[in-house]
């Protein structure tokens, strides 16, 4: 079992994100996750992500605040424990409308070639 404490957890900047901070709870190092890698994003209001895709499937929670999803003009609103899963090269966007911050989960697997 690989513990790792929130305050160890490092920062990382995702691309093409705006007004948010991601934390990776999970994975990219040695004992860790061989699948996929597990991040706490937080997005300040008017922050978010895309519109891109990526060419794996990638899962969000929402565990505080609220975020809109949108995929293909079609707008999604997550709140409080809800959570949708992406799939690969899917376009989608994802905003904060709310004046909350939103911390949402995100699980997404290793890029391909990855080594754990």
């Not at 991040?39 to 519109?51: D, Q």
């Not at 929402?62 to 809109?68: A, D, F, H, P």
């Not at 003009?73 to 905003?95: A, F, H, Q, Y």
Request: net charge negative; charged share 20%.
């Amino acid at each position: 079992m690989l513990v790792k404490r929130y305050q160890d957890a490092k920062p990382y900047d995702a691309v093409n994100h705006r007004g948010n901070y991601g934390v990776r709870l999970q994975g990219f190092e040695p004992g860790g996750p061989t699948n996929q890698w597990v991040g706490l994003s937080h997005f300040l209001p008017g922050g978010g992500a895309g519109p891109d895709s990526t060419p794996f499937e990638k899962v969000y929670v929402v565990l505080e605040g609220e975020m809109t999803v949108i995929i293909n003009g079609e707008e999604t609103v997550l709140k409080k424990l809800d959570s949708c899963t992406i799939p690969p090269n899917e376009v989608r966007e994802i905003v904060n409308r709310s004046n909350d911050v939103c911390s949402m989960l995100v699980v997404i697997p290793y890029p391909p070639g990855h080594k754990p």
